[in-house]
């Protein structure tokens, strides 16, 4: 896949809006791309998020304010520009193409480095690229370049680990991945709903808030084999003592392997963070639902949009 880099253009005097991601406090990911985009010579740069979920309308505590009083402590400069919340007008959501438009009028250049969201269909994703010159940033390149490990060429065994909540995003996916992968591992709340030989559903303990032994046990052995592995969704309710063991096990077992090792999601990177095991990772992507998506189908909207 042929993305645009920032390399490829002269920003020398130019106006470019950045689509971040500040979602769930991600400020430092965005930082190379703006110190490069300064270095370039810019005459400003306006930087567009969202935050939360508002349905559309002002909701004071998701106004972006604080965001920038942080951003502005890594990195202050007078020709960085905040916007407000996208997601206080609906029409971001709805990509609606006049908002499009009225984004557009505040740059000459549009920079896409939210990957995590790019699996939405967005004005900010994949509207404003139709009417700006634009590229990828330098934190979503390195995200489809390290995914994309994933897809051409593993090292086999290849084997996903698929957990947590979200069963209406997560279990269309498995049949997808069951595809690709030597190995499907399923916990978390997903309950069992394909039949390929190479998926197994893990059985939960009677409390219901964790994987049984004999599950973590298959899972661990599957693991230790594996030549690449992703992770995405913790095996239980890994915040309390009685749900954690699963995901603790599981994560160790992933972090002591040989192989490629991919991991992504918000609770996924929560549990990592839990049980020390951020650096065990070969890589760390900031997208849970972009991340799957990715890996099940090649591409996001917002690649798309792009190329």
Known sequence: MKLPFLSDFNFSGKRVLVRCDFDGGRLEENLP??????????????????????????VEELRLAPVEEKFRQLLNSEKIIFLENLRFDKREEENDENFAKELTCLGDFYVNEAFAVSHRRHASIVGIPKFLPHCAGLHFALEVENLSKVLENPKRPLVFVIGGAKPETKQPLVAEFAKKAD????????????????????????????????????????????????????????????????????????????????????????????FNLIDKMDYVSTGGGAMLEFLAKGTLPGITALI
């Open 33 to 58: 791309t703006v110190k490069y985009l300064l270095g370039a010579g810019v005459e400003q740069i306006v930087l567009l998020s969202h935050l939360g979920r508002p349905e559309g309308k002002v």
């Open 183 to 274: 190995m499907v591992l399923v916990g978390g709340t997903l309950a069992q709903n394909a039949n390929f030989k190479n998926v197994i559903f893990a059985k939960l303990r009677n409390s219901g808030l964790d994987i049984s032994d004999d599950s973590i046990e298959e899972f661990v052995e599957i693991i230790k084999k594996a030549g690449t592995i992703v992770w995405n969704g913790p095996m239980g309710k890994y915040e309390i003592p009685e749900g954690s063991e699963g995901t603790r096990r599981i994560g160790e077992a992933i972090g002591s392997g040989e192989g490629f090792k991919v991991a992504g999601g918000g609770d996924t990177i929560s549990a990592l963070k839990k």
